[in-house]
């Protein structure tokens, strides 16, 4: 599931979750639409914010 739809879900805007995780508005909408790399310690807060498992983010089928 992408961050948009994660966020939503928690009935959080992109403000809120800016403000809640100590970041720039700016910077929730350019992760949202994939124009930026975060690192796993924004992951991190932003699952820690929305109450999310960090594994929401990533693909971990590790099947061969």
Not at 8 to 15: I, K, P, V, Y
Not at 23 to 30: A, L, N, P
Request: no cysteine.
């Amino acid at each position: 599931m992408n961050l948009k739809s994660l966020r939503l879900r928690a009935n959080f805007t992109q403000e809120q979750l800016a403000n809640e995780i100590g970041v720039e508005i700016s910077q929730i909408s350019r992760i949202e639409r994939g124009l930026i790399a975060t690192s796993v310690v924004t992951f991190y807060d932003i699952s820690i914010a929305l109450n999310i498992p960090l594994r929401s983010f990533f693909d971990l089928n590790l099947e061969d």
